[in-house]
């Protein structure tokens, strides 16, 4: 196995999972008892980031929740995946509009829905409270948690990997 900086500069893309990746895996529930999730604004700005440097970035999601869909959009995110059942399909979905190989695509998740798909990436990583089986197959686990800055340290880890990570237009839209 190769050593996980070196294969970062191979990465041309991002994927991520978002419940226990982009959001905590726990929320408090609405008066509707459907879960309110949360958004880190650290790894809201390393997606832009990543996204004016040229990188694709890609959401696919089981769950579905309207503002979580929005956020994203807002951010620049083309490629948003919900009510997703097979990952694997939306993943070659985005490699086919984006010419990109799997190989050099980092995709983070963080439990068992996310493990099939996460076997078909170059670089497959998970946030620090991913479950055992996910951390075994993962080439990194962040020291962060999901919805804590996991996003933002893969982000920022490939970007300084290729010489990347300041944004050359610090006027980047803020809302992350």
């Known amino acids: 196995m190769s050593f996980f900086k070196e294969e970062l500069k191979n990465i041309k893309a991002f994927v991520f999972d978002v419940d ?4 905590k895996d726990t929320s408090p529930l609405n008066e509707e008892g459907d ?3 949360t958004a880190n604004v650290k790894d809201g700005f390393a997606i832009r980031n990543a996204l004016a440097m040229g990188y694709p970035v890609a959401v ?3 769950g579905f929740v309207e503002r ?6 807002r951010l620049g995110v083309k490629y948003y995946y919900d009510k997703v059942r097979d990952k694997s399909k939306c993943l070659n979905d985005f490699l086919e509009k984006t010419g990109i190989k799997p190989e050099n695509v980092l995709f983070m998740g963080d439990d068992l829905v996310d493990y099939k798909v996460m076997l078909e990436v170059g670089v497959p990583v998970c946030p620090q409270d991913a479950v055992s089986d996910i951390k075994a ?4 686990v962040s020291p962060r948690k999901g919805g804590e800055g996991c996003v933002r340290d ?3 880890q490939t970007l300084r990997a290729q010489e990347k990570w300041i944004p050359k237009d610090m006027s980047v839209n803020n809302a992350y």
Not at 20 to 23: C, F, N
Not at 68 to 73: A, F
């Open 20 to 23: 226990g990746v982009l959001s």
């Open 35 to 37: 879960p309110v999730r």
């Open 60 to 62: 696919i999601t089981g």
């Open 68 to 73: 979580v869909r929005l956020r994203h959009e």
């Open 137 to 140: 197959i993962s080439k990194y």
């Open 154 to 156: 893969v982000i920022e």
